[in-house]
């Protein structure tokens, strides 16, 4: 099966590089949430084109990063180098890394394509060592009120359910469809896999987008897209 971002690999990349909601909000959030990774052994897990695993290279981590689509993650090798340690891999599988091998896994913007988190929660709870982190970001589950408020029925927050949604990506049309959670939901799965919620976090996009993307960095500054967590491994 061929996973849905093979299909727009290279516009999802390009957009992902400059784009207000990965250059200007998700990416840099999820990299102060890290904090210092200096000699950390850093799982990024949906890698994708690998921005966050350069970043997270560039500040000293030891990374390796896996991606369920092979056209992402040649991106990925096409940045990194041949050296990187990138694999093609599912969530849904069993990880191909050793137990307890890793004090951070990141999964940016990954996990709400999934239905059941449970299996891929025991997963990254068994490849980090005790007392890692998991630091995860996803659809923030207000973010389908922001999408449809003006179309169809009104969405129900407490179902989980999948909604598709269409976007524009460097210049190439892509959809994309996400499981939608109440926030409950995700705690739950968290703290049912053994994690501990150390942070709960709503960033803002980083000051300096406002000039580079006016209307779009208000909406966003005033209405948050995305959910972060992290976790620490029990
Ligand atoms: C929104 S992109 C984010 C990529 C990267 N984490 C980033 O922030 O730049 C989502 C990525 O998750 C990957 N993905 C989706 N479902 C997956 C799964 N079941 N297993 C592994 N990767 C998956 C997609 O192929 C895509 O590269």
Redesign the pocket.
């Given at each position: 099966m061929t996973?849905a971002?093979d299909d727009f690999a290279g516009a999802?990349t390009a957009e992902?590089e400059t784009s207000l909601m990965?250059a200007y909000y998700?990416?840099p959030a999820t990299l102060a949430l890290v904090g210092d990774a200096a000699g950390r052994r850093i799982l990024?897990a949906?890698?994708?084109?690998g921005?966050?695993f350069a970043a997270l290279r560039d500040k000293g981590a030891v990374v390796s990063g896996?991606?369920?689509?092979a056209a992402?993650v040649a991106h990925a090798k096409a940045r990194l180098g041949a050296d990187a340690d990138l694999r093609v891999?599912?969530?849904?599988d069993p990880l191909p890394y050793p137990d307890a091998e890793f004090d951070d896994v990141v999964a940016?913007?990954?996990l709400h394509?999934?239905r059941d988190w449970d299996p891929v929660l025991a997963e990254f709870r068994r490849v980090l060592k005790p007392g890692g982190r998991l630091i995860a970001s996803v659809n923030h589950p207000m973010m389908i009120n922001l999408t449809h408020r003006h179309e169809g029925p009104r969405p129900d927050y407490f179902e989980q359910y999948t909604w598709t949604d269409e976007f524009e990506l460097h210049g190439e049309k892509a959809r994309m469809t996400f499981w939608n959670k109440p926030l409950h939901a995700m705690t739950d799965a968290f703290t049912a896999a053994g994690f501990r919620i150390a942070v709960v976090s709503e960033p803002h996009p980083v000051p300096e987008a406002q000039e580079l993307f006016p209307g779009d960095f208000e909406i966003l500054d005033t209405f948050p897209s995305f959910l972060f967590f992290v976790l620490e491994a029990g």
């Open positions: 996973a971002y999802y992902n990965n998700e990416r990024d949906g890698c994708g084109s921005p966050l896996f991606d369920q689509s992402m891999a599912d969530l849904t940016s913007l990954v394509y999934l």
